[in-house]
């Protein structure tokens, strides 16, 4: 099974998918790292365009294959990127899940955009001002939509997993 996360920075997706992973055995791929590694390996420069998402999807497509569940934690704020993975999964015969992380009180969120300290060396996180003037494409189908305004870590992962059980 793959698991898509996406979310705007900041609303609690990295925290969510990591734990998840975890607690379920699964690979876990983050944009960000393979992001910031490329930038560190002198071979791509600042804009990346989707370099970070087409070797996430080599990555999970490959793990897929072998039978693992894999979690994929990213903004995937595009139609195209959100297709892509589900692309990926069909490729490999998996089943697809896209859970979409928000953080509906908007001070909150602000408050964890402004606050947060990087767990990527070398990554700089986006501003407030980044955030919101970030492209994020509406959903058009269905998801697993987590509130993590007020709700623990720990709840959003039971949420997920309960909703996971069912599908």
């Known amino acids: 099974m793959l698991i898509v996360f ?24 983050r944009i960000d790292s393979i992001e910031q590694a490329l930038r560190d390996s002198g071979v791509v420069r600042q804009f990346l365009d989707d370099a970070g998402y087409r070797v996430g999807y080599a990555i999970a497509e490959g793990n897929l294959g072998l039978g693992r569940t894999v979690v994929a934690d990213c903004v995937n704020p595009l139609t195209l ?49 980044e955030v919101l003037s970030r492209e994020y494409d509406a959903w058009d189908r269905e998801r697993i939509v987590i509130d993590t305004a007020d709700c623990s870590a720990e709840q959003c992962v039971n949420s997920i997993r309960a909703m996971l059980a069912k599908a």
């Open 81 to 129: 990127t959100r297709d892509a993975w589900v692309h990926v999964a069909e490729r490999a015969g998996a089943a697809v899940v896209e859970v979409e992380i928000v953080c509906s009180d908007v001070a909150e969120h602000r408050r964890r955009v402004e606050t947060r300290v990087g767990d990527v060396p070398g990554l700089r996180l986006p501003t407030w001002d």
């Open 6 to 29: 996406s979310g705007l920075p900041g609303v609690g997706k990295t925290v969510v998918a990591r734990e998840l992973a975890r607690q379920i055995g699964a690979v876990y791929l």
